[in-house]
């Protein structure tokens, strides 16, 4: 089984400010991670993946994820917050083995940037 | 590309009744997927197609609930009867396997369809 958690259901940074979104997995063997961000009434949003190779990945708008297998880890990073940041985020995962397609996505985390 | 493409946008309807939502994926992806959203549930994964051909239907949630792909520019998902707690917002996904033994990557979302049923 394939789950992924995400510990805080909103969390406010100030513009400017460094921001971080937390996120866990657990998968059976190893994992396809990815960030998906979503607007007010609108679809999810892909914004970056971690598949293989270097475990910091750089996605749209200036985010990145750092991949870390020991801590089971995939938090989603960005330098310098912007007001267009508010938004809901979304952790999710992927089991490699198996060749099964289903991912499972997080509850989603809501990033309030203040001006 | 246009993207994923969902109609109707915004559905009200009343308890009781047929309800059709539609998808057009992305041209040339060959998985689709609907997902249901709401506060109390999140994100859930309906039912999966791969090449037209449904491979994961555990996620829906009862026989009232049925989900077609006649082809690959075209997917139905039906609710009948329609009952107040299937309102939600329902998204389609698109995606592609870039090769073979590869494995499937990110998903892309349609707007989605607000179902409001009263």
């Known amino acids: 089984a394939q789950s992924v958690a995400q510990p805080e259901d909103q969390v406010n940074v100030a513009e400017g400010n460094p921001l971080t979104v937390k996120c866990t997995y657990s998968?059976?063997?190893?994992?396809?991670l990815f960030w998906y961000v979503q607007y007010p009434n609108r679809g999810l949003q892909f914004l970056l993946k971690?598949?293989?190779?270097?475990?910091l990945v750089k996605g749209s708008y200036g985010f990145e994820a750092e991949f870390n297998k020991s801590q089971t880890s995939f938090h989603l990073k960005k330098p310098s917050a912007l007001v267009s940041d508010s938004a809901l985020y979304f952790c999710?995962?992927?089991?490699?083995?198996?060749?099964?397609?289903?991912?499972?996505f997080g509850t989603g985390t809501k990033l309030q940037v203040i001006p | 590309d246009a993207g994923v493409i969902q109609s109707p946008r915004h559905e009200v309807t009343e308890m009781g009744q047929e309800v059709t939502l539609r998808c057009k994926p992305i041209?040339?992806?060959?998985?689709l997927f609907w997902y249901r959203q709401t506060m109390m549930r999140g994100l859930e994964l309906l039912i999966y197609?791969?090449?037209?051909?449904?491979?994961?239907d555990s996620g829906m949630p009862e026989d009232r609930f049925s989900a077609k792909m006649p082809n690959a520019s075209f997917s139905t998902l039906k609710i009948q009867p329609s009952e107040p707690r299937d309102s939600a917002v329902y998204f389609c996904?698109?995606?592609?396997?870039?090769?073979?033994?590869?494995?499937?990557?990110?998903?892309?979302f349609g707007p989605g369809t607000r179902l409001t049923v009263t």
């Open positions: 996904a698109s995606s592609f396997r870039p090769d073979r033994g590869e494995s499937l990557y990110e998903q892309y």
């Open positions: 998968v059976s063997g190893n994992p396809y």
């Open positions: 971690y598949i293989t190779g270097d475990n």
């Open positions: 999710a995962v992927r089991d490699r083995a198996g060749g099964y397609q289903k991912v499972t």
């Open positions: 041209s040339g992806h060959d998985y």
């Open positions: 197609f791969n090449n037209n051909v449904p491979i994961d």
